[in-house]
């Protein structure tokens, strides 16, 4: 592809929504936090978890526990506020993703504004980074966003990869793939650490996991509906697999 070596594909696991299961009924079950252990037992490389400012899933007290039980890496996706900064700067995760967020909204639906809201990132980037928190904004496959994050110094991007997964048909999701593949090359040549997500399932991950230049997959929804079919061990280990495959065939060499 770009003559880039291809570097092992680091996968995430995002269990906001067992929280949501746990939460229509208001008790204990299922525990988020055994399923961070669970998917660090599947060979997950770290936990991702968004606290949204209405704790529609996951709540403080889960970052609580996830920073003081999980051996894992954790990413914690946030919203750019002062209270979600406070809480950040309070953990001190291994990564925080800052995402867009809107309280009516069913999930991320689009990627964050890193030109247009500039001025209200630039503090938010400066004081996680000061504090040794790999920061990463989360973004839609546009060489202005890319720029913006660039020089706002966020060392990671997250491409937003929820127009291809949705994508009706071949036409379209080619297109939104050659959106993604262009992102990815652009970024990794500005010297931006590429990580993608969103809607990424065993159907769609392979063109993605292939990109050379991304480092990691942050995966969630997928997974966690997917487990109840098949278990969260399992699901997660197919995934796991799927991309193995797909970056070893991409880089020529060929799983047998
Ligand atoms: N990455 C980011 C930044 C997200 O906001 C989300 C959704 O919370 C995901 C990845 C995972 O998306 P999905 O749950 O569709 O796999």
Not at 190 to 203: K, M, N, P, S, V
């Amino acid at each position: 592809m770009s003559g880039q070596k291809a570097t092992k594909l680091r996968l995430g696991v995002n269990i906001d929504h067992v929280a949501t299961i746990r939460n229509a009924r208001g008790g204990d079950h299922p525990d988020p936090v055994r399923a961070a252990h669970a998917a660090a037992a599947a060979g997950a490389d770290g936990i991702t978890a968004h606290l949204r400012e209405d704790r529609r899933h996951i709540r403080d007290e889960d970052i609580d526990k996830l920073m003081n039980e999980i051996g894992l890496p954790l990413n914690l996706e946030m919203a750019a506020t002062a209270e979600m900064l406070e809480i950040a700067l309070r953990h001190k995760p291994h990564a925080c993703c800052i995402v867009p967020e809107r309280r009516e909204e069913v999930t991320t639906e689009g990627g964050l504004d890193a030109a247009g809201q500039h001025n209200h990132l630039a503090p938010y980037v400066a004081k996680l980074r000061d504090a040794g928190i790999r920061v990463s904004l989360f973004i839609n496959s546009d060489m202005r966003q890319l720029e913006a994050a660039h020089s706002l110094g966020a060392p990671v991007v997250e491409l937003h990869t929820g127009a291809y997964c949705d994508a009706v048909d071949a036409a379209r999701r080619d297109e939104e793939l050659a959106r993604l593949t262009n992102a990815a090359r652009e970024g990794a040549e500005q010297g931006l650490e590429i990580h993608a997500g969103h809607g990424l399932t065993f159907d769609n991950v392979s063109p993605i996991a292939a990109l050379p230049q991304v480092a990691e997959l942050n995966i969630g929804h997928f997974l966690i509906g997917e487990a109840i079919f098949g278990g969260l061990d399992s699901t997660i280990k197919r995934m796991r697999a799927l991309m193995d495959k797909a970056r070893a065939e991409a880089s020529g060499k060929r799983i047998a």
